[in-house]
Antibody
Framework: EVQLVESGGGLVKPGGSLRLSCVASGFTFSTYSMNWVRQAPGEGLEWVSSISGGSSYIYYADSVKGRFTISRDNAKNSLFLHMNSLRAEDTAIYYC??????????????WGQGAMVTVSS | DIQMTQSPSSLSASVGDRVTITCRASQNIKTYLNWYQQKPGKAPNLLIYAASSLQSGVPSRFSGSGSGTDFTLTISGLQSEDFATYYCQESSNTPMFTFGPGTKVDIK
């Protein structure tokens, strides 16, 4: 079964740091680009970051650039999001998602269950 | 940056109704448009990709159309399990993506 499982969420104070993990199973992890998408409480979806299969290409939303770092360990089928200088507005459920890429479309076809991050004093 | 809008932001409908949700892009995105369904407390689920292609396993009552800047998601014969929030997503500027604000479909 194709599956993504996030972990590492929790409560952190403003200015603090946290690392999210996402473990993949059921597919050849290294051949897929992976993404983080977040959803603030009661709000819509916001793309956060993307990393290519071999980690050569990395992109961030402006809202997290310079504070968050995406990485992956293909030997361990794992995706990470290192979050520094956290702010109250970073409070959200963070989903990891697999991207299926073709010549005519890119789409998030597999999602994890989400990890809740709360930034509060 | 590409901006995505959806209308309506919410709607009430009955089982069996035909429901149409509209998504508009701020610039031409050809058919680089996906639709997702999200139920409360769950992760989003891909319904439609490339504007009109049905994702494997998704019921045929869901359909998508459009190109350029204007797109629609149609549910033909709403079922109880379809009450959820629907998001469009543009993928013309990958690997960066923009989601629409969502349309909540609830029971009349």
């Amino acid at each position: 079964e194709v599956q993504l499982v996030e972990s590492g969420g929790g409560l952190v104070k403003p200015g603090g740091s946290l690392r999210l993990s996402c473990v993949a199973s059921g597919f050849t992890f290294s051949t897929y680009s992976m993404n983080w998408v977040r959803q603030a409480p009661g709000e819509g979806l916001e793309w956060v970051s993307s990393i290519s299969g071999g980690s050569s290409y990395i992109y961030y939303a402006d809202s997290v650039k310079g504070r968050f770092t995406i990485s992956r360990d293909n030997a361990k089928n794992s995706l990470f999001l290192h979050m520094n200088s956290l702010r109250a507005e970073d409070t959200a459920i963070y989903y990891c998602a697999r991207v299926v890429v073709t010549t005519i479309f890119d789409a998030f076809d597999v999602w994890g269950q989400g990890a809740m991050v709360t930034v509060s004093s | 940056d590409i901006q995505m809008t959806q209308s309506p932001s919410s709607l009430s409908a009955s089982v069996g109704d035909r429901v149409t949700i509209t998504c508009r892009a701020s610039q031409n995105i050809k058919t680089y448009l996906n639709w997702y369904q999200q139920k409360p407390g769950k992760a989003p689920n891909l319904l439609i990709y490339a504007a009109s292609s049905l994702q494997s396993g998704v019921p045929s009552r869901f359909s998508g159309s459009g190109s350029g800047t204007d797109f629609t998601l149609t549910i033909s014969g709403l079922q109880s399990e379809d009450f959820a929030t629907y998001y469009c997503q543009e993928s013309s500027n990958t690997p960066m993506f923009t989601f629409g604000p969502g349309t909540k479909v609830d029971i009349k």
